[in-house]
């Protein structure tokens, strides 16, 4: 309690031993930071760290180690579609292809956030590109490009990194029925003064 005098009756407030063993069951006991920290670092997506962004990522159905590509293999994209050509790559030597990463909090609440955005959304292009801006809006430009092919053209802009693409990939986006995803990139052109457009 912030005044816990005044809980005290009058017969017992002049007991110097009552007041004291009072007043300081009551800084034991006082529940005001606790729950302050609790609101800071599990309840509030925003600033929750740890174990409480753990518990949003159960919440809105996605985890915190994403499978990630390993480095590109030589081959042919049809097979594989990281793959490199001559003098990129490494041979395949028939073990995993994926390797699990673990996402710096940072990264995860970005990922919590479009996850929730993908759990409301109508799946329309629009819907999409806000989740896209959530994830990568501020590495560049990145949005969905509908074809006429049945797939839905992520365009980026920057070089997206393996973990862009894995976090792609785990699921955060909505996907229309019947519609799979392609990725492109698409080099930023540069203008008569020096800045970057598409």
């Known amino acids: 309690m912030i005044d816990i005098r005044e809980t005290i009756l009058a017969q017992y407030a002049n007991s110097p031993a009552l007041t004291s063993i009072i007043e300081h069951f009551n800084a034991a006991a006082d529940p005001r930071r606790l ?19 753990d518990v949003w990522g159960r919440i809105v159905g996605i985890g915190r180690i994403l499978k990630i590509d390993t480095a590109g293999y030589w081959g ?35 990922l919590i956030f479009a996850k929730a955005a993908a759990n409301i959304s109508s799946a329309s292009i629009a819907d999409i590109n806000r989740i896209l801006m959530i994830l990568f809006g501020n590495r560049g430009h990145c949005y969905l490009a509908n074809t006429d092919d ?12 393996p973990i862009d693409v894995g976090i792609i990939a785990s699921g955060v986006l909505p996907r229309p029925s019947g519609v799979r995803y392609r990725y492109m990139f698409v080099p930023p052109t540069k203008n008569d003064f020096g800045n970057d457009i598409l």
């Open 35 to 53: 729950i302050e920290l609790f609101l800071h670092e599990v309840w509030n997506p925003a600033t929750a760290t740890g174990w409480g962004l």
């Open 76 to 110: 042919f994209s049809q097979g594989y579609p990281s793959s490199r050509t001559f003098g990129e790559g490494i041979w395949y030597s028939g073990q995993g292809a994926t390797s699990n990463y673990r996402l710096p909090d940072n990264d995860y609440r970005q």
């Open 150 to 161: 049945h797939t839905m053209m992520l365009v980026f802009s920057f070089r997206p990194t």
